[in-house]
């Protein structure tokens, strides 16, 4: 069964550290990728996605992600985060044709530091 | 703006109780799911609909049952709650089309005691 790893399930940072959070799928065929946030009280949304030609993508707030076919991975960065990136960090994977249906994975749960 | 709304934001309920949890969004879409939400465990797929009166198992119904009557509702039913149902409940709705992005509601978390 397709299964999707986040590696860190607690991250504490200082204001302005860079970020990289660790996603890996196991699913070998075409998928498309997705990361998203969801900040405390509030409901998920979809921070950025991946179907695609240029495996590098950015999304809102300064985030982006690389899709690593190679490795099966679709790591979440952001050179500098805030205080305000506090949230949990999900990330998703569909297969090809699957319509949208979602695998998630175990979340990463993000703290920055005034 | 798009919204998916869930009825209730914070439950209670006994072992044995049946349980409702409603939600309906207003975005005419196609799709709509139910997950539960674990600390440690994210998003598991519970049911999933991709029209009225359709419903596709995920993967974890045992316990579970659904009812999409109405495009816009889909309500998510423990016909005899158990204490490992006590969870964050989430809803999410989506296109027909494959864009792979869900627009959820903001949960419901359930206590069953």
């Known amino acids: 069964a397709q299964s999707v790893s986040q590696h860190n399930h607690h991250v504490i940072l200082s204001e302005a550290a860079s970020l990289e959070l660790g996603c890996n799928y196991s699913?070998?065929?075409?998928?498309?990728l997705f990361w998203y946030v969801q900040y405390p009280g509030q409901h998920l949304q979809l921070l950025l996605k991946?179907?695609?030609?240029?495996?590098l993508v950015k999304g809102i707030k300064g985030f982006e992600a690389e899709f690593i076919k190679s490795k099966f991975s679709f790591n979440l960065r952001k050179p500098s985060v805030q205080w305000s990136d506090t949230a949990e960090y999900f990330c998703?994977?569909?297969?090809?044709?699957?319509?949208?249906?979602?695998?998630f994975g175990g979340g990463t749960r993000l703290m920055v530091k005034p | 703006d798009v919204k998916v709304t869930q009825s209730s934001r914070y439950l209670v309920k006994r072992t044995g109780e049946k349980v409702f949890l409603e939600c309906v969004q207003d975005?005419?879409?196609?799709?709509m799911f139910w997950y539960r939400q674990d600390p440690g465990l994210g998003l598991r797929l519970i049911y999933f609909?991709?029209?009225?009166?359709?419903?596709e198992k995920g993967d974890i119904p045992e316990g579970y049952s659904v009812s999409r009557e109405k495009k816009e509702r889909f309500s998510l039913i423990l016909e005899s709650a158990s204490t490992n149902q006590t969870s964050m409940y989430l809803c999410?709705?989506?296109?027909?089309?494959?864009?792979?992005?869900?627009?959820f509601g903001e949960g419901s978390r359930l206590t069953v005691l």
């Open positions: 999410a709705s989506s296109s027909g089309k494959s864009t792979g992005e869900l627009f």
């Open positions: 699913y070998g065929g075409t998928v498309n």
């Open positions: 991946y179907f695609s030609g240029d495996p």
């Open positions: 998703a994977v569909n297969r090809e044709n699957a319509g949208n249906m979602l695998t």
């Open positions: 975005m005419d879409h196609e799709n």
């Open positions: 609909s991709y029209d009225v009166k359709m419903k």
